[in-house]
T-cell receptor, first 108, second 112 residues
Framework: GIQVEQSPPDLILQEGANSTLRCNFS?????LQWFHQNPWGQLINLFYIPSGTKQNGRLSATTVATERYSLLYISSSQTTDSGVYFCAVSGSARQLTFGSGTQLTVLP | ETGVTQSPTHLIKTRGQQVTLRCSSQ?????VSWYQQALGQGPQFIFQYYREEENGRGNFPPRFSGLQFPNYSSELNVNALELDDSALYLC???????????FGSGTRLTVV
């Protein structure tokens, strides 16, 4: 099956800083999503982005499908951005394969 | 539009017992998937249902089974619970995978 690697595994930032999270995947995909998991466990969908670039407020994402990676940018980080960020992909099998996540901590 | 809802939110069971978890799909979605998330790990795919039939399964034993109903809601059943089944169980729905998956807030199962 598809392998998904996320980096860095942990990231500590001061409030107001910018960050880039990376997701590498091992095969072609027809779905790629970025999620934020809040402390209560809910996975919040940030982007559905199998290719191209999208922006939503302080967050943006870029997927370069031909090179099998995706980037999530967080600008002017806030303490509420803390949590685990997951990249998940699916190929022909449709079910999502998740990376191991990036634990983001934003300090006040 | 309503999101994905799961019940119960928390559950404690004894080893060897059986459990049923429930999920209501987002309105208009016809596909439902279940995932298991152990502490500190990413979610792992259990199985997926489309039009009331299982159409994909991860590396989970047969004691994990499911159902999808005509209204696209779903159940996850786990028999002969083991301590390692303690995890957050997440349900996700989609329109056959198009435009991504929407997740519920999960059921946290503790097996003692």
């Amino acid at each position: 099956g598809i392998q998904v690697e996320q980096s860095p595994p942990d990231l500590i930032l001061q409030e107001g800083a910018n960050s880039t999270l990376r997701c590498n995947f091992s095969d072609s995909v027809n779905n790629l999503q970025w999620f934020h998991q809040n402390p209560w466990g809910q996975l919040i969908n940030l982007f559905y982005i199998p290719s191209g670039t999208k922006q939503n407020g302080r967050l943006s994402a870029t997927t370069v499908a031909t090179e099998r990676y995706s980037l999530l940018y967080i600008s002017s980080s806030q303490t509420t951005d803390s949590g685990v960020y997951f990249c998940a992909v699916s190929g022909s099998a449709r079910q999502l394969t998740f990376g191991s996540g990036t634990q983001l901590t934003v300090l006040p | 539009e309503t999101g994905v809802t799961q019940s119960p939110t928390h559950l404690i069971k004894t080893r060897g017992q059986q459990v049923t978890l429930r999920c209501s799909s987002q309105s208009g979605h016809n596909t439902v998937s279940w995932y298991q998330q152990a502490l500190g790990q990413g979610p792992q795919f259990i199985f997926q249902y489309y039009r009331e039939e299982e159409n994909g399964r991860g590396n989970f034993p047969p004691r994990f089974s499911g159902l999808q109903f005509p209204n696209y809601s779903s159940e996850l059943n786990v028999n002969a619970l083991e301590l390692d089944d303690s995890a957050l169980y997440l349900c996700a729905s989609s329109l056959q995978g198009e435009n991504g998956y929407t997740f519920g807030s999960g059921t946290r199962l503790t097996v003692v």
